[in-house]
């Protein structure tokens, strides 16, 4: 039964592929019209050639429109069967992922360890922020102020991309363009910065500094076309 009804699929799916389209049928039509009204002389087989091409012009545009329908059918089909291959976050989606789970504790154990005991203990900050102290520079209370902060946004930022990245919302590749950009400038301005107080460009190397701000355009660089290009991208944030 099974095989009966496969021959006779394959039958109907050959006699489609195989048939006059609806362009075709038109064609015919106008052409059958044409010679019957220019060559026939007949009224018999003139009424006949008549009927006929007026059958093959409208069987022709009824045919066009099902294959317009049949179409756009199709694409939707199409369109269905890549929303559910990029369905699941998978493919290199897994990176950005990686990289958005870990930098919130990296942040968080930057944010503790390195300017929370600045901050909030009076005998260093005073060291470098009063005019009259060894360690004083009056870029270093911006310097901090700079790094503690837009840590801080950072890392309220990176959670609220996870929320929607593991929601699949379609705006996560705007959030995701947006933040790999803020990163970026966010660096550059930091090593400014950080290179215009003398005991920092001291202790820190140049190529140091330098290698920071590349990591973060090549990241960049990456993944800003990979999120505005991908089709996984495009089929994985569809809510």
């Known amino acids: 039964m099974k095989e009966k009804k496969t021959k006779i699929d394959k039958a109907k799916q050959h006699t489609k592929e195989n048939r006059i389209d609806g362009a075709g049928l ?5 052409i059958m019209f044409i010679v019957a009204v220019s060559i026939t002389k007949d009224w018999v087989f003139l009424s006949i050639l008549l009927l006929l091409s007026f059958y093959l012009f409208f069987k022709g545009i ?3 429109r099902e294959e317009k329908s049949e179409k756009k059918l199709s694409v939707h089909k199409r369109a269905e069967t890549s929303n559910k291959k990029y369905n699941k976050i998978g493919g290199w989606l897994i990176l950005p992922v990686i990289g ?3 930098s919130p504790v990296l942040l968080l154990d930057k944010i503790f360890n390195d300017f929370l005991p600045v901050l909030f203990n009076n005998e260093i900050w005073n060291y470098l ?10 870029m270093w209370a911006a310097a901090l102020y700079y790094e503690f902060y837009g840590n801080i946004a950072m890392l309220i930022f990176i959670v609220i991309i996870l929320i929607f990245f593991f929601k699949k919302h379609k705006i996560t590749p705007v959030l995701m363009i947006f933040y790999l950009i803020a990163n970026l400038m966010f660096v550059f301005f930091d090593q400014i910065i950080i290179q215009s107080i003398p005991s920092v460009t001291e202790v820190v190397e140049v190529e140091r500094v330098y290698i920071e701000i590349v990591r973060a355009f090549i990241s960049a660089a990456i993944w800003i076309p990979y999120f505005i290009f991908s089709k996984r991208v495009k089929g994985t944030f569809t809510k």
Do not use: A, D, F, M
């Open 100 to 102: 958005l789970v870990i």
């Open 129 to 138: 922020t009063l005019p009259t102290s060894e360690g004083y520079h009056p």
């Open 26 to 30: 038109v064609t015919w039509g106008i």
């Open 62 to 64: 009824k045919r066009i």
